[in-house]
């Protein structure tokens, strides 16, 4: 029996100690996924007009390493924030196992939301979070809108 109790043990502090839940607070895991981006549409928050479209993989590389993702750090929106801005990011849908091509269509996987005072909402899915950004990031992405 004591010997049963063990085993039973080891195998549970091996599945609860192997399942480690992700830090859904850290952005910079899902820098993988916006890298993949294949175009960057800058979209006002006046008129929802895009102002610019960024297509090329060398300005969406630079774009995202100039986000500096590992110093957001994670916070709440404060009530005067205004929105100034947002930036859709689209890629074509994975191919599936049946499919030999994608059909072209590009579709929005994440968007960030820039607001005054260097805040930044990034949404994907269903995920919505809200991060505090460097005073450098929050300059860079200011000046798509002005």
């Given at each position: 029996?004591?010997?049963?109790?063990?085993?039973?043990t080891a195998i549970l502090t091996l599945l609860l100690g192997g399942c480690q839940a992700k830090d859904e607070t850290d952005i910079s895991a899902y820098s993988d996924d916006i890298a993949k981006a294949q175009e960057i549409s800058v979209?006002?928050?006046?008129s929802s007009e895009v102002l610019e479209t960024i297509s090329?993989?060398?300005?969406?590389?630079?774009?995202?390493?100039?986000?500096?993702?590992?110093?957001?750090?994670?916070?709440?929106?404060?009530?005067?924030?205004?929105?100034?801005g947002s930036f859709r990011f689209a890629q074509e849908e994975t191919i599936k196992y049946t499919q030999?091509?994608?059909d072209g269509e590009l579709h929005t996987v994440a968007?960030?939301?820039l607001y005054d005072g260097s805040y930044i909402g990034f949404?994907?899915?269903?995920?919505?979070?809200?991060f505090e950004v460097s005073e450098a990031a929050a300059e860079y992405l200011n000046g798509y809108f002005m």
């Amino acid at each position: 029996m004591k010997r049963i109790f063990l085993i039973i043990t080891a195998i549970l502090t091996l599945l609860l100690g192997g399942c480690q839940a992700k830090d859904e607070t850290d952005i910079s895991a899902y820098s993988d996924d916006i890298a993949k981006a294949q175009e960057i549409s800058v979209v006002s928050a006046d008129s929802s007009e895009v102002l610019e479209t960024i297509s090329s993989k060398d300005d969406i590389e630079h774009f995202i390493q100039t986000l500096d993702l590992k110093k957001w750090k994670f916070t709440t929106l404060p009530d005067n924030a205004a929105e100034i801005g947002s930036f859709r990011f689209a890629q074509e849908e994975t191919i599936k196992y049946t499919q030999t091509d994608t059909d072209g269509e590009l579709h929005t996987v994440a968007t960030i939301t820039l607001y005054d005072g260097s805040y930044i909402g990034f949404e994907t899915g269903n995920l919505h979070m809200t991060f505090e950004v460097s005073e450098a990031a929050a300059e860079y992405l200011n000046g798509y809108f002005m």
